[in-house]
């Protein structure tokens, strides 16, 4: 593989977003290439500090532009539905009494079925018990951050020592895995920040943690 | 003269031997449902299993590494060892279907095939295949790589198919 061609490829690289024989090209090639290892730094440093930039608000203005525009680009796209109620409107509708008595009775009848359905659905997920489980997920609290982070910082110093010493690939990969850690845990903080009590991004922030901890203790020994 | 033949010869040798890769194979009886545990640190590993009592265990792997297996009653561990650089050592075994298998690895495919013991994989950069698994419980983690499921779920089991970066594909029987 050329420089340029790996240059070209190794900011999908970075992202995860090439194919297995291409990723192995790159990492060959990274491996016996200092100006590209120096570009993919580049390119990692990037990413890495763009993730801290502080998230701006769009002006208020935007939507409705963009709005306007697809609306220029694809005016099919909404004249059928605009046809469809305008023809709606200018229906006749006629009814006796007894056709209005059946309506209701028909309207009634499928919001009744509505509601049985609903609530039987929701019995079935009761345990047999009858008592309400608690969620599984326990919230991350800031002493379970702060245990995590205490032992991912002296994995990371650990590490640290030996990285100069390893295989080029051994560090590519150790690099590209943390990284791609490092991503989920800033979108799983930006999540959390935005709702405290998500308690899915605290399992997933929970698993991050713990997977950086298992990267490093994995590379610890090399 | 001589000695400048003698150490010419020496250094050819040395070359062949230094180009050419290690070949690992070794044959176990276990006496009962074995317990086989690999660890590598770059390259495939593939486990299939098939009808008979022995686990075959082959291995190609590059001249910087070395494979070193201990066996203690039916538990069975193959492990490389790299002496300077990131070497690539890839296995093939061969093992009863009721082996339980706890693979470990940095980089490299994974692929077991027909495996009905417990199933434990732990990778850093891997594409994993699982096929025709009809195990009780399977834990496969690895930070980034794709992982393909095509077996069977036990309704007592445990299944745990992790990924932080890939595509996680389970295929389950219809019915």
Known sequence: ???????????????????LGEQVKVERHLADCEPCRAVRDDFLQIVHFSHQLPEHAPATALWPRIRAGVAELQPRLWSRPIRWWAGLRTLNFNLSV?????????LVIVISIGVIVTQRENRSFQPIDGKVQQADVVPLSNVDVQQLEKRINSLSRSVEERKNSWDPELRTTFERNLYYIDQSLTECR???KDNPADDVSQELMLNAYREKVRLLEGFEKF | MRVVT???????????SANSSARFERTYSPRGPAHL??????????????D?????????????????DQVVGDDITLTTRRRLSLGRANFEVSVPPETSLAIKNVIGRIELQNIIGHVSVNSIDSDVHLVGIDSPSVDVRVTSGDIYFDGKLDEAGSYNLQSMRGDVDVTLPSA
Do not use: T
Request: charged share 15%.
């Open chain 1, 1 to 19: 593989m050329l420089c340029n061609e790996c240059q070209e490829l190794i900011s999908e690289y970075i992202d995860g977003a090439v194919e």
């Open chain 1, 98 to 106: 007894p056709q209005i008595a059946a309506g209701a009775a028909a």
């Open chain 1, 190 to 192: 930006h999540q959390l």
């Open chain 2, 6 to 16: 003698c150490s010419l010869l020496c250094f050819a040798l040395l070359a062949v």
């Open chain 2, 37 to 50: 545990s690999i660890s590598n640190i770059n390259g495939s590993i593939r486990v299939i299993g098939w």
């Open chain 2, 52 to 68: 008979r009592k022995s686990i075959v265990a082959r291995a190609n792997a590059d001249p910087s590494i070395s494979i070193e």
